[in-house]
């Protein structure tokens, strides 16, 4: 059974660096795509960022390009979400999600990944 473990969530000051990680176990990582979701409170879960399962290929939200970075250590079945330049409103939840080969309905809906973490806070103070 595929499982995901999302760490590296915590306060922060605004201007701030942070780095998450992912790490599946159960299954063969290099089969699956990755991706962020975050979600702050009262809002919807929206996409962050995303990798392809070869690493090949990497997609981010508007709100996030440019400062955040997604990639991945095959060896270490792990996936990386790197944060700079944080913003308070990047404060939310963030979720790890993968998607065995390649999400049919694309890289940016939550609905298109196999399995998801429970997630990691991270807090950006100002």
């Known amino acids: 059974q595929v499982q995901l473990v999302e760490s590296g969530g915590r306060l922060v000051q605004a201007g701030g660096s942070l780095r998450l990680s992912c790490v599946l176990s159960?299954?063969?990582?290099?089969?699956?795509?990755m991706a962020w979701f975050r979600q702050a409170p009262g809002d919807e879960r929206e996409f962050a960022a995303a990798i392809s399962w070869s690493g090949g290929s990497t997609y981010y939200a508007d709100s996030v390009k440019g400062r955040f970075t997604i990639s991945r250590d095959n060896a270490k079945n792990t996936v990386y979400l790197d944060m700079n330049n944080l913003k308070v409103e990047d404060t939310a939840v963030y979720y790890c999600?993968?998607?065995?080969?390649?999400?049919?309905?694309?890289?940016?809906?939550?609905?298109?990944?196999?399995?998801y973490g429970q997630g990691t806070q991270v807090t950006v103070s100002s």
């Open positions: 159960g299954d063969t990582f290099s089969n699956h795509a």
């Open positions: 999600a993968s998607n065995f080969g390649v999400p049919s309905g694309g890289y940016y809906d939550w609905n298109e990944y196999d399995y």
